[in-house]
């Protein structure tokens, strides 16, 4: 009993002097896990603003020769196009989108730098003996976003110069892998194959394969074709997995489905639709992989990707060439065939999902929306484009920023867009002369003229009836639009000289 009482005794001793002691180092203890725990809320916090506060990224895949038609969402009736699809589920399908004109260079040229292609004097599709490209003083939206930080990356045909001094990598890009220009213009396009090879070569050089600045493939053969669309989106995925932690900007301007036609092995003799269909499906595929890669490196929701060609099919070339329907004529003319293209944008969380616009947006038009996005300066140049995000965004009753879309066929005036209508001013334009081409060879041309003509293109989508004669006010009204638009940037019929062109860059010998 007595050895039991001197224990207790002893306990109690020892719990009075270190009690104190135990609380305080408690205490500690308990506030150390909190600010602990405070200080894991703030990063998370700051991780979460980082990301919220990081510009977005932005990828355009920009197809060669595609036609309006040739997406499942835009109603192709035998190309199977899931991922171009889901995109335009996801996102916003834009039915009334433009380029600048119906033609490789031409069109390239409006995209990267957000002004109509007459404006900076590059016309037509630029050769292997081009000595002109696009100029040192204007900028592109790699460069734009170079002011912001961005890695910047090209994977495709380039076409606005093939000579270094005009070639991405002096122009905003970090990185260049692909064609410099068509993947026609080389010693097996149709029109030198009758000749002996010495022959073809003095017309047609061998097609080369750049990367950076250095030709890693000077003479490109048909098999090396075949993989164009896979090295391309190869290139693709690996800049978005080593770009991943910072804003990037991925550009991919496919060779395809420009002729001739090339698939790789993957997808051969997959369509309906024979050899063209085949090669939608790559391109189809390669979306899919661009997306995929960013979903699983975390970048979906902070990257919008955008979808569209540079101008309508080469109709001449028949069934390897594609569909505009249901608009009138194809490449080569500034018919809504050669000049609306498929349009599908997708960014989740700030792109609607199943979004749907009739307004009039086009090419020069993407530079300026990525700029306010990025928040980087416009250049301080002229520009023609202007921002769309009110349209991409779904904001209620967001009308198109044009109050007029000049359309140029070369230095010609030969067409005003507003809002619905569609005036066309008198003008020569080429239709095909009887069936078309097959197999990868064109049927011939004719030359046909319209005169002044406008048309409803909300109920005459086909620009099949001219209603002038019903409505002399609106084309008093584009009318004088057009003289606007002549004394900025000219008009070779009308030999009008704009105030407001500036000139294509020439090869400093």
């Known amino acids: 009993m007595k050895q039991r009482q001197l224990v207790r005794r002893a306990a109690t001793n020892w719990s009075s002097r270190f009690r104190p002691n135990l609380s305080m180092r408690l205490t500690r203890g308990i506030m150390l896990v909190a600010v602990a725990f405070a200080g894991m809320a703030q990063f998370d916090l700051a991780i979460m603003d980082a990301k919220e506060t990081r510009p977005p990224n932005f990828v355009v895949v920009f197809t060669d020769d595609q036609g309006y038609q040739d997406v499942g969402v835009f109603g ?40 109509y292609n007459v404006r900076i004097g590059i016309l037509g599709a630029l050769g292997p003996k081009s000595n002109i490209g696009i100029h040192d003083d204007e900028m592109t939206i790699a460069e734009v976003l170079k002011q912001k930080g961005y890695a910047t990356a090209i994977y495709g045909k380039w076409h606005l110069g093939h000579h270094p001094q005009f070639l991405p990598t002096r122009h905003g890009f970090d990185d260049y892998f692909g064609l410099p220009y068509s993947n026609d213009m080389w010693p097996y396009h149709p029109n030198v194959l009758h000749l002996p090879m010495e022959e073809r070569l003095k017309k047609w050089p061998s097609l080369p394969l750049i990367e950076g600045e250095k030709v890693v493939n000077p003479k490109v053969t048909p098999e090396d074709q075949t993989h164009l669309t896979t090295w391309y989106t190869e290139r693709a995925v690996s800049f978005i997995k080593k770009n991943k932690e910072q804003p990037f900007f991925l550009y991919v301007p496919h060779s395809m489905p420009h002729v ?96 749907e616009c009739s307004e009039v947006a086009a090419t020069i038009d993407i530079l300026p929306t990525l700029a306010q996005l990025a928040g980087a300066p416009l250049p301080k140049h002229t520009i023609d484009g202007k921002n769309i995000w009110p349209l991409l965004s779904g904001q209620a009753d967001a009308k198109s920023p044009h109050d007029y879309y000049a359309m140029y066929y070369g230095r010609e005036l030969q067409a005003v867009r507003s809002g ?7 003008h020569g334009f080429r239709t095909l002369k009887g069936e078309p081409g097959n197999d990868g060879l064109p049927g011939p041309y004719t030359q046909k003229r319209t005169g002044l003509a406008l048309y409803d293109l909300k109920s005459d989508i086909r620009e099949a009836r001219d209603v002038a004669a019903n409505y002399p006010e609106v084309v008093t009204r584009l009318q004088k639009y057009g003289d606007r638009i002549r004394a900025e940037l000219g008009d070779s019929r009308m030999k009008v000289q704009g105030a407001g062109a500036r000139a294509a860059g020439k090869l400093r010998q």
């Open 260 to 355: 001739p036609l090339y698939v790789s092995d993957k997808f051969k003799g997959k369509s309906e639709r024979g050899l063209y269909g085949d090669v939608i499906m790559e391109i189809d595929w390669s979306v899919g992989k661009i997306l995929d890669t960013l979903k699983k490196n975390g970048l979906d929701d902070n990257t919008m990707v955008i979808f569209t060609s540079d101008n309508g099919p080469w109709l001449s070339y028949g069934n390897h060439g594609g569909s505009a329907l249901p608009l009138r004529e194809g490449k080569g003319t500034m018919w809504d065939g050669g000049c609306r293209e498929p349009f599908i944008a997708r960014w989740p969380g700030k792109i609607p999902a199943g979004l």
């Open 420 to 426: 619905k209508w569609k005036l066309h001013f008198p």
């Open 76 to 115: 192709s009736p035998d190309i199977e196009t899931p991922n171009l699809d889901r995109m335009a589920a996801e996102g916003a399908k834009f039915t009334d989108f433009y380029v600048s004109q119906a033609v490789c260079s031409a069109s390239r040229s409006a995209l990267m730098t957000g002004c």
